[in-house]
């Protein structure tokens, strides 16, 4: 059984910084992508930032420039920096073991994700 754990979270203010980190582990060889997605109450699911087993690396529009995304084999890493208030949200960790999720979100790509871990920013 694969276990997708998150670490961090927490409350920060407005300008300050806060990282998570991911720990995914079982029976799985290799993990194609990790990263960050996050849902905030009434909104989708969006892409916060993801990076291949290769370094290649994305990120979404609203945190582009903020942001730093970086892995090993096992564990993904996000610095988020310069927070802003509408980073608030529900921060999940994706394990994409093929890279399908990576390139286009498909629902059937064989992914796993952690329990959330709360973000929030507030002054």
């Known amino acids: 059984q694969v276990q997708v754990v998150e670490f961090g979270g927490g409350l920060a203010q407005p300008g300050g910084s806060l990282n998570l980190s991911c720990v995914v582990s079982?029976?799985?060889?290799?993990?194609?992508?990790m990263g960050w997605y996050r849902q905030a109450p009434g909104n989708k699911r969006e892409l916060v930032a993801a990076?291949?087993?290769?370094?290649s690396s994305k990120f979404g529009d609203s945190v582009e420039g903020r942001f730093i995304i970086s892995r090993d084999k096992t564990t993904v890493y996000l610095q988020m920096n310069s927070l802003k208030t509408e980073d608030t949200a529900v921060y999940y960790c994706?394990?994409?073991?093929?890279?399908?999720?990576?390139?286009?979100?498909?629902?059937?790509?064989?992914?796993?994700w952690g329990q959330g871990t709360q973000v929030t920013v507030s002054s």
């Open positions: 994706n394990a994409d073991l093929t890279g399908s999720y990576y390139y286009t979100g498909s629902a059937r790509a064989r992914v796993y």
């Open positions: 079982g029976s799985i060889l290799s993990i194609y992508a």
């Open positions: 990076i291949t087993e290769n370094g």
